[in-house]
């Protein structure tokens, strides 16, 4: 099987607009976009705080679970945002420091917020304190951020760029991710407790809709050309997220039905930029962890507004959302272990909205995509809450999905989802397993693509190698952000650059940008082995090499050969400097003549080579980045084989397979 670029697809496989464009193009009468909003926020299927029966429904565990996490957070002292933490982005480039402290005041807001509700509690507002904790706290929350300068995160604020200074101004708010996640917020608070706030703190909720129309809603409407909206092609995680925000606040927090109405086509209009440059194969070449917050946000966008309109606004049935669904367990290794091409950790953080995929999976009549979020949200709680309150209302509210997580049991079907292969040729990624249905043996998993992919490394041709799901050949992922982690000076972060990723070294590294790409991909998949090659000498500087041929093979096993993984290097001409072949390795690494074996728990790897063509060094990288650590613990392993004659001549082979 050989693949290179496919035909391009159909626009209507992917338009939103042409899908609803009976409900969007008519502006008056029973079938007009107001007439099928009107009400819109009682027809969703999160209801208020006083639908009791609804939320006393909620199995006792996970009652208790959050009660008990919100019983904690009380105990705590609230964040304080303040303006040197906020500065810092503009004067030593850390923007952790603010942005930690934001996020964890939104997530003590939710929990505040989600404990409020499960209780039921409220009291007179000339009840004494005490009467409503967690109403009372929650409300604190809510006006805390209502009482903040700005909601945006620094780094974005191009406002603040452009006038030299280094503080927000209130009066010219920037729209990005932080004010959509606030604004998100504060729409779900008000929707499920709105008839409680309006008992215990009258006039809350006023205050809350006026921040949210004027740091969100107002410069939605007036500034039509945000960067993130896509008008120049050039759609990303940033639509489907700040949109899906846009919309829950016209929904829930706008009562003028004309005005509803036009943000709510907007938002189509502006979804529409992103359906456009999606992958039909459903690929993200953001990964994994970015398809929650970009294809993720998506899909939860459409579940709101068909909840919303009803089967006027429901455009869940475009063919690309199948296989876009698909993506998060095509990439899955085993347990929290994945494919992590770009800014993503190895290890998905924990606090996904699995209920929100396992939907989906019922959606689409797809087990495995049910199978998956099942398996990968068991042994925790039904619900995150640090994943945002709008998903955990979800959630919480879907007794499908939390009487699923209770009583599915997968132990005897340990990866119903894993494909013998998956080859993605819009994003020219392929994982290949020795056999389907498990992570047992090897994985192979490798990426031509280019490098000015979005969150982009500099990694065309890199490979990852996993024995029995651990990933032991590994991709490093993304570091801790700074202010610099998104503009001309991005790659000097080493964990971007080529010399740290598993890609050769031909006397220079590779380069940044769309133009330095993989040519001549192609796929081989057969029973017995799967394989990518690619051209690589585009990736690198122009004149430096004529060509860069690798093929990347996995050879599944027979009986009289074990399954192994062969890495062959072909170039021409002779570079002017020593040829440099890099592996990053995760785990005790042990270096012989012609060999290493790389040791992760109970799995163990060995790598081959001519020992008359290479020499072999290691160098360990100590680990102090907080987000690194989490994913390889305290340091890392560079093997490089620096060729002794780079002349054209045989391939250059590295075979790996489990050591015995």
Not at 453 to 466: I, K, M, P, Q, T
């Amino acid at each position: 099987m050989g693949l290179v670029e496919p035909e391009p697809v159909s626009p209507a496989y992917r338009s939103l607009r042409n899908r609803l464009a009976p409900a969007l193009s008519s502006t008056s009468g029973p079938d007009s976009l107001v007439e099928h909003l009107r009400n819109a926020p009682a027809r969703l299927p999160v209801p208020d705080v006083t639908a009791r029966p609804v939320w006393e429904a909620v199995d006792a565990a996970t009652r208790e679970a959050l009660l008990d996490e919100a019983a904690a957070e009380l105990r705590r002292t609230a964040p304080v945002l303040t303006a040197s933490a906020w500065a810092r982005t503009f004067r030593d480039g850390v923007r952790t420091a603010y942005e930690d402290s934001a996020r964890r005041l939104r997530e003590r807001a939710t929990l505040l917020v989600l404990a409020a509700t499960l209780t039921g509690e409220v009291a007179p507002a000339d009840a004494p304190p005490g009467a409503a904790p967690y109403l009372d706290a929650a409300a604190d929350a809510l006006m805390a951020l209502a009482e903040t300068s700005t909601w945006c995160w620094a780094p974005h604020d191009r406002f603040t760029t452009a006038r030299g200074e280094v503080l927000p101004d209130p009066d010219e708010p920037f729209l990005d991710l932080g004010a959509a996640e606030v604004v998100s917020l504060l729409a779900w608070a008000d929707h499920v407790l709105g008839p409680h706030l309006d008992t215990r703190i009258p006039g809350l909720r006023r205050r809350l809709r006026r921040e949210a129309d004027l740091r969100v809603l107002t410069p939605f409407e007036r500034t039509r050309d945000w960067h993130w909206i896509g008008l120049d092609g050039d759609a990303h995680n940033w639509n489907p997220w700040i949109h899906g925000a846009v919309l829950a606040a016209a929904l829930l927090l706008t009562e003028d039905e004309e005005r509803r109405a036009r943000l709510v086509r907007l938002v189509v209009e502006g979804l529409d930029h992103y359906l456009a440059v999606l992958p039909d194969d459903g690929g993200i070449d953001e990964g994994v962890a970015y398809w929650w917050q970009g294809a993720g946000r998506l899909l939860e966008a459409l579940d709101l507004l068909a909840d919303a309109g009803g089967a006027a606004l429901d455009a869940r049935d475009l063919p690309v959302f199948g296989p876009l669904g698909k993506f998060p367990h095509r990439m899955h290794l085993a347990g929290d272990w994945y494919v992590n091409a770009g800014d993503a950790p190895a290890r998905l953080w924990a606090d996904q909205p699995w209920h929100m995929l396992f939907q989906w999976g019922e959606r689409l009549a797809d087990p495995e995509i049910r199978a998956h979020a099942l398996a990968c949200a068991r042994g925790g709680p039904a619900v995150r809450p640090r994943a945002g309150l709008g998903r955990a209302l979800a959630g919480l509210r879907d007794p499908r999905w939390r009487d699923a997580l209770a009583t599915t049991d997968t132990d005897g079907d340990p990866a119903p989802w894993a494909a013998r292969e998956t080859w993605l040729p819009r994003v020219q990624v392929l994982v290949a397993r020795e056999a389907a249905g498990t992570a047992a043996g090897l994985t192979l998993a490798a990426k031509a693509g280019h490098n000015g992919e979005r969150h982009n490394h500099l990694d065309v041709g890199s490979y990852w190698v996993a024995l029995d799901g651990r990933p032991l050949v590994v991709d490093i992922g993304q570091p801790t952000y700074t202010a610099a982690s998104f503009g001309p000076d991005r790659y000097q972060a080493w964990p971007l650059q080529s010399a740290w990723h598993n890609v050769p070294e031909p006397g220079a590294p590779q380069q940044p940008g769309p133009a330095h790409a993989a040519h001549d991909v192609r796929v081989d998949l057969t029973p017995a082995a799967a394989a990518l090659h690619a051209e690589l000498a585009g990736a690198y500087p122009a004149g430096l090499l004529r060509t860069w041929h690798r093929s990347l093979r996995l050879i599944r096993a027979t009986p009289d050969t074990p399954a192994h993984i062969l890495i062959k290097d072909h170039w021409t001409p002779r570079p002017a400097a020593p040829v440099l072949l890099r592996h990053v390795l995760a785990g005790d690494v042990e270096l012989a003549e012609g060999r290493a074996q790389i040791t992760a728990g109970a799995s163990s790897l060995r790598l081959t080579w001519d020992p008359n063509r290479a020499t072999a060094q290691l160098e360990h990288r100590d680990l102090d980045d907080p987000l690194l650590r989490e994913s390889w613990g305290e340091r890392l392993t560079r093997l490089t084989l620096t060729v002794a004659d780079p002349s054209a001549g045989e391939p250059f082979t590295v075979r790996m397979e489990r050591s015995r």
